[in-house]
């Protein structure tokens, strides 16, 4: 595998900023993904990055750092809905290219 | 359009008993992928297809086999269940491996 690692868990406060890391090993690797996932529920999609520095889509962004092999996705203005598991996810050239996840961030908001 | 779906939702099967979970997309994706997903584990790639009539291997292969006989279907058999095949399987499928994966609902599955 790729060996993808994230937090298990993280809690945060409604309105704050919560930022999830992701590392990956390096070699051979194409694009990450992040995921959110609510309980009972199935994965959708956030962003990908493939190209070095961040992207941001409203409360989400996402940055990659290609030759540090990290990730991370930041939430900005946290709402209680926002509490999900967060899945990382790293593709590798000359593979398959299909995404291998890592075990996913649980994160909690409370008031 | 439905996106990817997936039958049953639920099933409860018996140590030794084969079964067929089903996934289809109307979107005319060429890539399709099933996972399993356990408590702690995170989704792992049990068998992916690239197109009609290829198919390859994950991450967790054993005891189960694919076929893709056309784009929009991509069915998954256990061959005989065990215990340890209980977990949550999804389907998904994209038209580009850059583009983002859409996941099915997911099946939910218990064996005894």
């Known amino acids: 595998g790729q060996n993808i690692d994230q937090p298990t868990e993280m809690t945060a406060t409604e309105g704050a900023i919560v930022q999830i890391n992701c590392t990956y090993q390096?070699?051979?690797?194409?694009?990450l993904f992040w995921y959110q996932q609510h309980a009972g529920e199935a994965p959708t999609f956030l962003s990908y990055?493939?190209?070095?520095g961040l992207e941001e889509k409203g409360r989400f962004s996402s940055f990659l750092s290609r030759s540090k092999g990290y990730s991370y996705l930041l939430l900005k203005e946290l709402q209680m809905k926002d509490s999900a598991s967060y899945l990382c996810?790293?593709?590798?050239?000359?593979?398959?290219?299909?995404?291998?996840f890592g075990r996913g961030t649980s994160l909690i908001v409370h008031p | 359009n439905a996106g990817v779906t997936q039958t049953p939702k639920f099933q409860v099967l018996k140590t030794g008993q084969s079964m067929t979970l089903q996934c289809a997309q109307d979107?005319?994706?060429?890539?399709m992928s099933w996972y399993r997903q356990d408590p702690g584990m995170g989704l792992r790639l049990i068998h992916y297809?690239?197109?009609?009539?290829?198919?390859d291997q994950g991450e967790v292969p054993n005891g189960y086999n694919v076929s893709r006989s056309t784009t929009e279907d991509f069915p998954l058999r256990l061959l005989s269940a065990a215990p340890s095949q209980t977990s949550v399987y999804f389907c998904?499928?994209?038209?580009?491996?850059?583009?983002?994966?859409?996941f099915g609902p997911g099946t939910r599955l218990l064996v005894l």
């Open positions: 390096t070699s051979g690797f194409n694009g």
């Open positions: 996810a790293g593709q590798i050239s000359g593979g398959s290219y299909i995404p291998t």
């Open positions: 297809s690239v197109g009609a009539g290829i198919t």
């Open positions: 979107m005319n994706h060429e890539y």
């Open positions: 990055n493939v190209l070095d």
């Open positions: 998904a499928s994209s038209s580009d491996l850059q583009e983002t994966q859409y």
